[in-house]
């Protein structure tokens, strides 16, 4: 079964089919020890996952609180993991966050702050109080905490190989981390929350280098990853278990892992920490398998495949995460058909994504890049018809761009430039809530080059008043000898046009007009990356008949343009020039070349 119908397994278990993986409730909810009755010198155990889904435990022992107030978590469990599979593991590793630790049967925290640094005290980790974690199930949102720098201090020194130590600094990132214990005050050690691994599996090269460049924000490890959705029998989740969060899953997967901490009946916490520091959200919770702990040189990580669907990670704060077993998120759905004139092979893909806004300017268009690109399997040059399908549920019929694609030698990257304005239609727009529903793309390729190169652009005059009507002949010169196509379009230059220098512009409408050299990678990745700027429209109506109507490959766009506007432009500023001076000639074809030519307009 293709994974891109998951969502009718969904529909299944949601109306009362077959009980998930992972579902089946616990027998009991653990006692907790509170944290004013942890003392330094208790001895216990914690839980988490080494290899498959087996659940293990290692040693603890309590060296001491620290206390730091203010934002969640206010205070801190130090501690120390020992025991033959933690030597084995190299220590704390990234994908342990959460890992229960037990004194005398009691769960007081969960595994979520490590030490960064090598030596004697690798082993030292801190542990967020459970009494704080609960809070996460019914959330507040004083308890979502950024992730900045904060100081916590014990009451009184804690002994440990490398000295006493009498404060914690709380960084932001493991680098940070390193590189304040490389020059640490005395008594002073610097911590950082454990990384998550972020697993992108399906993601080609190009698409995986601009998700780990978006994702730097947050406290994930990206890793190119191979093993996908994994084919395993998922015993129940319980504390210590391997869980996933997936934001991407299909024929392109995207996820992170972590360990489950508590579960009472269908509710589970975890991490320990923030995910993505997401606050209420929505998002895939799965079932995971270890594949091994890699003990790489800076810091272990958990190796893992994600498996099936359990249910819908719904908080996301300071002092962990928190799920519900047997519901099912809402997920925006991405479905990409491939044909390969040159082969008369036809492939479809899809995935479904997390409809974040924030998470989604970056996860459809590298998901829709990757798909492509898989699709074609190949890295060629060539020409693409394009369509996109946009639906909404608060649109009242689908949003259709059709468009011609070219490029010498990348032509699936360059068939998807559209892409990142359409998810910001649907998630980013500035005007109304879309409520998306799925975005299909078609891309039709073919080696043969569906262009023509303007060879001629000649106005009748370079010295213009407003009100004056401008005819410009232009000449087109279709690939591989075809007739040349001579045409004369004019314009009325409007008599609010502002006097001065001028250029008139004469290329495609399309991308390829705004491309200075630049390849079709390097624009899709421009395009990403300016995710969260509004539109330049001054309506919804207006963004929409946008991107259905306006700037294609296949249209010569004639323009008048103030000198000063394209300065404006070149230093990234709004020129504020809404005044038309020009016109549209569409053609059958990619339009190659352009021309840039001097014009002045003067007073009457």
């Known amino acids: 079964m293709p994974k891109v119908w998951t969502m009718a397994i969904i529909a299944v278990l949601v109306l009362g089919g077959s009980t998930p993986p992972g579902a089946a409730q616990s027998p009991q909810e653990p006692p907790t020890m509170p944290l004013g009755a942890v003392r330094p010198g208790m ?45 084995q593991a190299g220590g704390n590793a990234a994908g342990m966050s959460g ?52 100081l916590y201090h014990a ?10 130590l009498s404060q914690v600094v709380l960084m932001p990132s493991a680098t940070d981390a390193a590189a304040y214990n490389a020059h640490p005050l005395p008594g002073t050690a610097a911590v950082a929350p454990a990384a998550v691994p972020l697993f992108a599996t399906g993601m080609t090269p190009r698409a995986f280098e601009i998700l780990s460049r978006s994702f730097r924000r947050y406290n994930v490890v990206p890793q190119q990853h191979y093993g996908g959705v994994g084919a395993f029998k998922a ?38 920490h923030p995910f993505l520091n997401a606050g209420a959200t929505s998002m895939l919770l799965s079932s995971a398998y270890i594949d091994a702990i890699v003990r790489a040189l800076d810091e272990p990580f958990k190796e893992g495949s994600l498996g099936s ?49 924030d998470l989604a300017e970056t996860l459809v268009p590298t998901a829709v890049l990757s798909l492509i690109q898989r699709g074609l399997d190949r890295v060629a040059g060539g020409s693409a018809q394009v369509q996109i399908t946009l639906r909404a549920g608060k649109s009242s019929k689908p949003i259709v761009r059709q468009d011609l694609a070219y490029d010498i030698g990348d032509i699936a990257t360059a068939s ?17 809530t879309m ?8 891309v039709n390729v073919t080696s043969h080059p569906d262009t023509a190169l303007l060879v001629v652009a000649h106005p009748n005059t370079q010295t213009v008043q407003p009100g004056d009507t401008v005819r410009v002949a232009v000449a087109l010169q279709p690939y591989g000898g075809g007739e040349r196509i001579d045409r004369v379009v004019q314009f009325a230059v409007p008599k609010t046009f502002p006097t001065g220098p001028a250029f008139l512009l004469v290329g495609t409408a399309g991308t390829l007009n705004n491309a200075n050299g630049a390849s079709p990678a390097d ?82």
């Open 99 to 150: 890992s229960p630790i037990y004194v005398g049967g009691r769960l007081v925290g969960a595994l979520s702050y490590g030490y960064q640094f090598p030596g004697p005290d690798a082993d030292l980790s801190l542990a967020t109080p459970i009494d704080e974690m609960l809070k996460v199930l019914k959330p507040a949102a004083s308890q979502t905490a950024g992730p900045v720098v904060r």
């Open 523 to 604: 624009q899709f990745q421009a395009l990403v990356q300016q995710e969260g700027t509004p539109l330049g429209s001054a309506s919804l109506k207006e963004a929409i008949d946008d991107f259905e109507n306006t700037g294609k490959n296949t249209e010569i766009l004639v323009e008048l343009v103030p000198e000063g506007v394209l300065t404006a432009v070149g230093n990234n500023a709004n020129p504020g020039f809404e005044l038309p001076a020009g016109t549209v000639v569409p053609t059958p074809w990619v339009v190659l070349g352009k021309f840039q030519i001097p014009m002045t307009v003067r007073d009457r």
């Open 309 to 357: 669907l359990v249910g819908t990670l719904n908080q996301d704060r300071g002092v962990g995460v928190s799920g519900t077993i047997g519901r099912f998120p809402r997920t925006f759905d991405v479905r990409v058909r491939v044909r390969d004139a040159d082969t008369g092979g036809s492939q479809t893909l899809g995935a479904q994504i997390v409809p974040r806004p």
């Open 155 to 164: 009451d009184r020194p804690i002994v440990t190989a490398a000295g006493p």
């Open 416 to 432: 998807v430039l559209d892409v990142p304005v359409a998810t910001q239609l649907l998630f980013g727009n500035f005007f109304q």
């Open 235 to 272: 015993p129940p989740l319980e504390p210590g278990s391997a869980f996933g969060v997936e934001l991407v899953r299909g024929d392109a997967d995207v996820g992170a892992i972590g360990t489950v901490t508590y579960r009472r009946g269908d509710e589970i916490l975890g991490f320990g």
């Open 43 to 87: 001895v216990g155990y914690g839980l988490t996952v080494f290899h498959g889904t087996a659940v293990q435990r290692f040693d603890v022992k309590i060296l001491g609180i620290l206390h730091g107030g203010g934002a969640p978590p206010t205070d801190l469990i130090l501690f120390r993991a020992t025991g033959h599979t933690m030597e």
């Open 435 to 442: 409520d998306p529903v799925d975005m299909s793309v078609e």
